[in-house]
């Protein structure tokens, strides 16, 4: 089974400041990882994601995660917030299912506060 | 633009009145979710269809059903709302060999009086 853990369910940051939203994941199988925003009363949107590869990865509105496996961890990061930056934050794993849809498991959100 | 598309945006309904929420695609994707959510809370998966084939999460209450006529259309039915039925539920859909990548409506915000 694979579950992730947010440090921090609120964040608030000041514009031009970086952003740092906390991800742990636990997976006894090579993990999928993923940053999905939502912005109030909308749906889900995928930030970025790690499949192989890169361990940096870089995804949409300068946002930017790195795998670290010793460190469990796929925090996300971006050099100068943006008042439009403010949302709610998921992180997500997932595996591969062979035969099966995936599914994702989310973290609790952190919610991202911009301020001036 | 492809994409999940979801009625209506905003329903109410009454306590123990039947109601169904639709979500339709035009992604041509072969995997479509239904997802429930709570304020601050993370989206919990229903059920999903895999093509025709129906996958229940182990928690998803009986009062929740789904329908998918076809590859485009999926619906949510919950034949009896509570109270603690009232949520933001999602519609999201992927491709059949995509890990994790899905594609979310904007959801339909669910008032039970």
């Known amino acids: 089974a694979q579950s992730v853990t947010q440090l921090g369910s609120h964040v608030s940051v000041s514009e031009g400041a970086l952003v740092l939203l906390r991800c742990n994941y636990s997976?006894?199988?090579?993990?999928?990882l993923f940053w999905y925003v939502q912005y109030p009363n909308q749906g889900l949107q995928l930030l970025l994601k790690?499949?192989?590869?890169?361990?940096l990865v870089k995804g949409i509105n300068g946002f930017e995660a790195e795998f670290k496996k010793s460190e469990t961890s796929f925090h996300l990061t971006k050099p100068s917030a943006h008042m439009s930056d403010a949302a709610e934050y998921f992180c997500?794993?997932?595996?591969?299912?062979?035969?099966?849809?995936?599914?994702?498991?989310f973290g609790t959100g952190t919610r991202l506060q911009v301020t001036l | 633009d492809a994409m999940v598309i979801q009625n209506p945006r905003y329903q109410v309904t009454q306590f123990g009145k039947p109601v169904t929420l639709s979500c339709s695609q035009t992604?041509?994707?072969?995997?479509m979710y239904w997802y429930q959510q709570k304020s601050s809370q993370a989206p919990k998966l229903l059920f999903h269809?895999?093509?025709?084939?129906?996958?229940n999460e182990a928690d998803t209450p009986d009062n929740f059903q789904s329908r998918r006529p076809n590859t485009s259309f999926c619906f949510l039915d919950i034949r009896s709302p509570g109270l603690g039925d009232a949520a933001m539920y999602l519609c999201?859909?992927?491709?059949?060999?995509?890990?994790?990548?899905?594609?979310f409506g904007p959801g339909t915000r669910l008032t039970v009086t």
């Open positions: 999201a859909t992927s491709r059949r060999f995509e890990v994790g990548e899905q594609y």
């Open positions: 997976s006894s199988v090579p993990p999928y």
């Open positions: 790690y499949t192989t590869g890169a361990t």
């Open positions: 997500a794993v997932s595996v591969w299912n062979t035969g099966t849809a995936s599914k994702l498991t």
């Open positions: 992604l041509n994707h072969n995997v």
């Open positions: 269809y895999y093509d025709k084939d129906f996958n």
